[in-house]
């Protein structure tokens, strides 16, 4: 939930929170990111090196594209990484060549597996693709921390967990006394040494029992007193967090735990999860023991580690068996994609799209004033691509890359610096309102990314003191980089820069155009998430997935956990799979 609306809700007691107008793309009725005319160009392909990148060795009208070869990554520029990204989304966005099978896309041929929602067991499948098959489209995303846990960005960017505690017969939090006697907390200050202070109702203030740390004792919603880690924090009736050494820090407005999102045109934002065959039989490899001699650590980076995982292949039982991956040189790739029903878009030709089956709800979504949903069948229906996350491991790079792309018409930039051709710093002005698909005004909104929906299995939910319904979306860090970063234009002008080039050099006609580079983030010298620094476009987000928790970085949530190494076991999942990789440790092996 928003730490605004948290705040309203603590007082009903439920919730305790630890100008390029690119004419040339198709924009109809909508509205559109506008880039600068004037940005420096710092980063760029060649149009040799980009004619390079196509199967056919030119550039040609929705042509199908190369993956990037994270074999031979040698990056020696920021830039590099940019280009790497911008080649992984137009090969994934390609049609399927004949080495791959069948499909409309790269994303739905053979060497990619959807991967199914967590069953009653909390595991994981992966779904291979096939002629017919409806892939799993989901409802809402995990905006999650690496446990799993609930969680809440400070203004710094650290991320924080979320407990939810009991209330009294008011309506407020319960701490523990001196006594052991539960006293509903009216508000909380901070002391002249940033400690909590508690009063009650008739503002005395609570001597309340401390953890170790300092914090007040709470119970939780189910009863039993709450363990507080260090990392847990709470807001108190105003936008403050608490944490669990007894300091009071600000922090930002942002989204604790997962939520659904509605667009303007009244479709919920659907999500895919899928990763490339190399995770595939990398993931069922390690479950079943198949790779040993040495066991890895990491993502596989290197020809070495790609020929174990082929081994485990060429072995596997029918109908699983195979000689080689056809795209090896991609290495290991998870994708995370949303979309929305095309029914209703002014431009749905402007979209890549995707025959899905969706779930329907009753009452309908869009009636007004309406408080819960309840799934009552499936439809099948046209989907249009918003938004995709591709992270893949390279050369030197085990901790993955991680790079975000948005369609133009998905939601307004508030204004930001670029370097200009005369190396001048510009502004760009903050997108204004009109037409778009996550949005009914520009980046002034006055109460952007609020969260109105809450998913609670298969019903939808309002949340409290809100109506199902689309919210007014903003792109809080328009290219990845905090506004308050030292490299904000720096990394602006390079995106920016990139996204003007690729647009530049695409046919006219192809539908890619319409989808920009976010950003694109790791960490320096590929080393442990933990142990940083992270570089490239640190604050990096996508409007239609981190829609409500825009201030971290991805490696807030995607660590390593415990600064242990980046493939955790089993036994001991702080590591990868706790952490790196939210669908690691859940999934069921692909065969036995």
């Known amino acids: 939930m928003n730490i605004k609306n948290c705040v309203g809700l603590q007082k009903s007691a439920r919730c305790f929170l630890t100008a390029l107008a690119l004419t040339s793309l198709s924009q109809g009725a909508n509205a559109g990111t506008t880039l600068p005319t004037n940005v420096m160009s710092t980063c760029s392909f060649t149009s040799q090196e980009f004619s390079a990148i196509f199967e056919s060795g030119s550039v040609s009208n ?53 991967v199914s929602p967590l069953d009653s067991n909390g595991q994981r499948n992966l779904v291979p693709a096939a002629p017919g098959r409806s892939l799993p489209f989901l409802s809402s995303i995990s905006q999650r921390g690496s446990r799993g846990q609930e969680v809440v960005f400070d203004s ?56 170790p740390g ?7 919603d189910r009863g039993t007193p709450l363990g507080l880690r260090p990392e847990t924090v709470l807001v108190n009736g105003r936008p403050r967090l608490v944490t669990s050494s007894g300091a009071v820090i600000e922090t930002e407005e942002s989204q604790a735990g997962g939520g659904a999102l509605m667009a303007q045109n009244g479709s919920l934002v659907f999500y895919l999860l899928q990763v490339n065959d190399v995770w595939a039989y990398f993931n069922t490899g390690m479950n079943d023991n198949k790779i040993t001699n040495p066991v890895p650590s990491t ?55 995707i025959d899905a089956t969706i779930p329907t709800y009753n009452p309908p979504l869009t009636q007004p004033n309406n408080a819960k949903s309840v799934q009552s069948g499936t439809k099948p229906t046209k989907l249009a691509l918003l938004g995709i996350h591709i992270v893949g491991s390279t050369l030197g790079h085990p901790e993955m890359v991680w790079a975000t792309f948005e369609h133009v018409n998905n939601a307004p930039n508030p204004q930001y610096t670029f370097t200009t051709t005369s190396g001048a710093v510009g502004t760009q002005p903050a997108d204004g309102p009109g037409g778009w698909v996550l949005s009914s005004t520009g980046a002034a909104a006055a109460n952007p990314n609020n969260q109105r929906i809450m998913p609670n299995g298969t019903t939808l939910d309002a949340v409290p003191g809100q109506t199902i319904g689309p919210s007014d979306i903003v792109r809080i860090a328009p290219w990845g980089t905090a506004a308050n970063d030292p490299n904000f234009t720096v990394n602006n002008t390079d995106i920016v820069s990139l996204n003007q080039n690729v647009v530049g050099l695409l046919a006219a006609g192809d539908v890619r155009r319409n989808y920009l580079l976010v950003g694109t983030t790791w960490v320096a010298n590929g080393g442990l998430p933990s142990k940083g620094p992270v570089v490239g476009t640190p604050q990096l987000a996508n409007s239609t997935m981190e829609t409500f928790l825009q201030f971290g970085s991805c490696f807030g949530c995607h660590t390593d956990t415990d600064g242990s190494g980046m493939l955790g076991t089993q036994a001991n999942p702080d590591g990868f799979s706790g952490g790196l990789s939210h669908i690691w440790a859940a999934m069921q092996p692909l065969f036995h």
Request: aromatic share 10%; charged share 15%; proline share 7%.
């Open 62 to 114: 929705n042509g199908g594209v190369l993956p990037a070869n994270s074999f031979s990554f040698a990056p020696n520029t920021l830039c590099s990484f940019y280009k790497w990204a911008e080649q992984m989304f137009l090969w994934v966005a390609s049609p399927v060549p004949s080495r791959l099978g069948s499909g409309s896309h790269v994303f739905e041929s053979s060497i990619f597996f959807a």
């Open 214 to 220: 300092g914090a007040p004792i709470l119970f939780s």
């Open 299 to 353: 993502f596989p980076t290197t020809g070495a580690a790609l020929s174990q995982i082929t081994t485990v292949a060429q072995q596997a039982p029918a109908p699983f068996t195979q000689s080689a991956f056809p795209d090896s040189v991609a290495m290991t790739v998870e994708i995370k994609s949303s979309w929305i029903d095309a029914t209703g878009l002014a431009n749905p030709g402007d979209y890549i799209t």
């Open 156 to 211: 710094k960017g650290k991320v924080h967990d979320v407990i939810h505690p009991a209330v009294g017969p008011n309506g407020k939090l319960l701490a523990r006394d001196k006594a052991g006697q539960s006293v509903e907390i009216e508000r909380v200050q901070a002391a002249a040494d940033g400690k909590a202070v508690l009063f009650d109702r008739s503002n005395k203030q609570i001597e309340f029992q401390a953890t």
